[in-house]
């Protein structure tokens, strides 16, 4: 509750008395009522206002919060008339988690990521060594007291649900009276129930009627979330947001630079706020038309200069039953919510936009993927997973500490489990139960890590006959790669790239090449010597 206080000197303008009960009467000027009239000296009422006021000879100290006092004198200063005032009330409405649904898309068919994502759903990617993507958005709502979340997957989804399965439920995570609930693409009868997701709000409008059981009754609000990005946020900031402003919609946003707004659904939005403009992935004119001056927004010139679009970052709060409302009946033929469902609605609905201003990161496409993930590494990174307030959660795997021995490391991560022997990393990231052997240089790596060990026995076996067991094996150079999982690379290998290769497509041979990064495929075999 608010309170106001107000201090009356002698010679003070005040509202003419009204009725017989001496209270001040409502009108449309003035602070507190009409045009003030009238002077505390020789005028007539204050007889009346003395009946209701408590007679002091001196003004006393105001010591009891939360109460307004009115204050008058007379002419002659020595007397003081004190009351005692109800203060208006002012009531903000605060944003309960308990009325709110969580929604992580589980992506497409995850093409952009690809070779990475040929055997696992986009949101299932490693990242930072020991965590997937799907476990940042799953660690920001749990951070932000949001219990009730749904994450919608259709394909590959077979690494993520287990994922979702081992971590989320049970193992110290508690989500109270809330739930996680993995729903699937499925058929359904019906015509249109023949189809799997066409996009984002139609993936979103096939599961609308789980929000007719009886423990999604309270839901008022509904949180969409994308699973590809790297970042750390509370909801509750956005969605009190959403709350203050009365927003049908609210999307979060953020300034981006010239050479990555076309990735993006870019918007405008007025002085208040409101988006008043919604342009998905524009190019040419239509990209120019959409810069804005990002000084307005609390931007240096120099910064509004590098980043003059504002760019949505894929996370929505929706109304309820605006949701519905738009997915049902209004344009239910639409599968997307950047390019079809928004720029429609912000003619119609109250859009706003939440300006995020920390780190944020869009890692849908192979070559942010690599970059975000080698920034960690940074001596001074702009994201990282320390946080004690704000932890990051991911699947408990109880795996030993990492065995190091005569090692040259620099700016690395390395990952639980692992065995590195008498190895040179830089700038690199090492996952979980990596084996690298003697003499190996690894720069500029991203290594996904095992998802099981082989035992020393099997390891000599296996180069007992010739063959290559999971790993680096010695003397093996590495620069500018992802290894994905399970990778078995042999003695002796080169992987540079020397002919700075953008793009090549060679699976026969164990790899691909993306935006001059080489990219080993899971399970693949590289044979000793072999330079790529």
């Given at each position: 509750?608010?309170?106001?206080?107000?201090?009356?000197?002698?010679?003070?303008?005040?509202?003419?008395?009204?009725?017989?009960?001496?209270?001040?009467?409502?009108?449309?000027?003035?602070?507190?009522?009409?045009?003030?009239?009238?002077?505390?000296?020789?005028?007539?009422?204050?007889?009346?206002?003395?009946?209701?006021?408590?007679?002091?000879?001196?003004?006393?100290?105001?010591?009891?919060?939360?109460?307004?006092?009115?204050?008058?004198?007379?002419?002659?200063?020595?007397?003081?008339?004190?009351?005692?005032?109800?203060?208006?009330?002012?009531?903000?409405?605060?944003?309960?988690?308990?009325?709110?649904?969580?929604?992580?898309?589980?992506?497409?068919?995850?093409?952009?990521?690809?070779?990475?994502?040929?055997?696992?759903?986009?949101?299932?990617?490693?990242?930072?060594?020991?965590?997937?993507?799907?476990?940042?958005?799953?660690?920001?709502?749990?951070?932000?007291?949001?219990?009730k979340i749904f994450v919608l997957t259709q394909f590959n989804?077979?690494?993520?649900?287990?994922?979702?399965?081992?971590?989320?439920?049970?193992?110290?995570?508690?989500?109270?009276?809330?739930?996680?609930?993995?729903?699937?693409?499925?058929?359904?009868?019906?015509?249109?129930?023949?189809?799997?997701?066409?996009?984002?709000?139609?993936?979103?409008?096939?599961?609308?009627?789980?929000?007719?059981?009886?423990?999604?009754?309270?839901?008022?609000?509904?949180?969409?979330?994308?699973?590809?990005?790297?970042?750390?946020?509370?909801?509750?900031?956005?969605?009190?947001?959403?709350?203050?402003?009365?927003?049908?919609?609210?999307?979060?946003?953020?300034?981006?630079?010239?050479?990555?707004?076309?990735?993006?659904?870019?918007?405008?939005?007025?002085?208040?706020?409101?988006?008043?403009?919604?342009a998905e992935k524009p190019k040419g004119e239509d990209l120019?038309?959409?810069?804005?001056?990002?000084?307005?927004?609390?931007?240096?010139?120099?910064?509004?200069?590098?980043?003059?679009?504002?760019?949505?970052?894929?996370?929505?709060?929706?109304?309820?039953?605006?949701?519905?409302?738009?997915?049902?009946?209004?344009?239910?033929?639409?599968?997307?919510?950047?390019?079809?469902?928004?720029?429609?609605?912000?003619?119609?609905?109250?859009?706003?936009?939440?300006?995020?201003?920390?780190?944020?990161?869009?890692?849908?496409?192979?070559?942010?993927?690599?970059?975000?993930?080698?920034?960690?590494?940074?001596?001074?990174?702009?994201?990282?997973?320390?946080?004690?307030?704000?932890?990051?959660?991911?699947?408990?795997?109880?795996?030993?500490?990492?065995?190091?021995?005569?090692?040259?490391?620099?700016?690395?991560?390395?990952?639980?489990?692992?065995?590195?022997?008498?190895?040179?990393?830089?700038?690199?990231?090492?996952?979980?139960?990596?084996?690298?052997?003697?003499?190996?240089?690894?720069?500029?790596?991203?290594?996904?890590?095992?998802?099981?060990?082989?035992?020393?026995?099997?390891?000599?076996?296996?180069?007992?006959?010739?063959?290559?067991?999971?790993?680096?094996?010695?003397?093996?150079?590495?620069?500018?790669?992802?290894?994905?999982?399970?990778?078995?690379?042999?003695?002796?290998?080169?992987?540079?790239?020397?002919?700075?290769?953008?793009?090549?497509?060679?699976?026969?041979?164990?790899?691909?090449?993306?935006?001059?990064?080489?990219?080993?495929?899971?399970?693949?075999?590289?044979?000793?010597?072999?330079?790529?």
């Open positions: 509750m608010d309170y106001c206080c107000t201090m009356i000197n002698k010679g003070t303008l005040l509202p003419k008395m009204c009725g017989g009960d001496g209270g001040l009467r409502n009108g449309d000027e003035g602070f507190w009522g009409e045009k003030i009239r009238g002077r505390l000296n020789g005028a007539v009422w204050v007889n009346h206002v003395q009946k209701r006021l408590v007679f002091q000879k001196q003004i006393r100290k105001v010591t009891k919060p939360g109460v307004a006092f009115s204050v008058i004198t007379s002419d002659s200063g020595k007397e003081t008339l004190v009351e005692t005032l109800t203060a208006p009330k002012f009531e903000r409405r605060r944003i309960d988690p308990k009325n709110v649904a969580a929604i992580i898309l589980g992506g497409g068919a995850g093409t952009q990521l690809f070779p990475l994502t040929s055997k696992a759903a986009t949101p299932a990617v490693p990242v930072g060594g020991c965590y997937r993507l799907i476990d940042i958005p799953m660690s920001n709502c749990i951070n932000s007291s949001i219990n989804s077979a690494s993520l649900n287990r994922h979702i399965s081992r971590t989320y439920f049970g193992n110290g995570v508690n989500f109270g009276d809330g739930f996680v609930e993995v729903l699937a693409a499925t058929q359904t009868s019906g015509e249109t129930g023949m189809n799997w997701f066409q996009g984002t709000a139609d993936a979103v409008r096939q599961f609308t009627w789980v929000f007719e059981d009886a423990k999604n009754k309270d839901i008022e609000d509904i949180l969409i979330l994308s699973g590809d990005h790297l970042y750390r946020m509370d909801y509750l900031n956005l969605l009190q947001n959403h709350i203050d402003r009365d927003a049908d919609i609210t999307v979060s946003c953020v300034p981006v630079g010239e050479s990555r707004a076309s990735d993006f659904g870019l918007l405008k939005f007025d002085n208040k706020g409101k988006v008043v403009h919604f120019h038309a959409m810069r804005v001056d990002t000084t307005l927004l609390g931007l240096s010139q120099q910064e509004a200069e590098e980043s003059p679009y504002i760019a949505s970052m894929g996370i929505y709060v929706f109304k309820k039953d605006v949701l519905f409302k738009l997915l049902r009946w209004r344009y239910p033929t639409s599968n997307d919510f950047g390019s079809e469902i928004l720029p429609a609605a912000v003619t119609e609905h109250n859009v706003q936009a939440y300006l995020f201003r920390d780190y944020w990161e869009d890692i849908g496409t192979i070559k942010s993927f690599y970059d975000a993930n080698l920034a960690l590494t940074d001596e001074v990174p702009k994201f990282q997973f320390y946080d004690p307030k704000t932890p990051f959660f991911t699947s408990p795997r109880f795996l030993p500490p990492s065995k190091i021995e005569k090692c040259k490391i620099k700016n690395a991560i390395i990952s639980h489990g692992c065995f590195l022997r008498e190895c040179s990393i830089e700038h690199s990231i090492v996952g979980e139960r990596s084996r690298i052997d003697s003499g190996v240089e690894l720069k500029d790596t991203l290594m996904l890590g095992a998802d099981y060990y082989q035992t020393e026995s099997e390891i000599a076996s296996l180069l007992a006959n010739g063959k290559v067991p999971i790993g680096v094996g010695s003397n093996t150079k590495i620069r500018n790669c992802i290894i994905d999982k399970n990778a078995k690379i042999g003695s002796d290998v080169v992987i540079m790239n020397k002919d700075g290769v953008e793009e090549g497509d060679r699976a026969d041979e164990g790899f691909y090449i993306r935006s001059g990064i080489t990219i080993i495929l899971e399970k693949a075999t590289i044979k000793d010597g072999v330079v790529i």
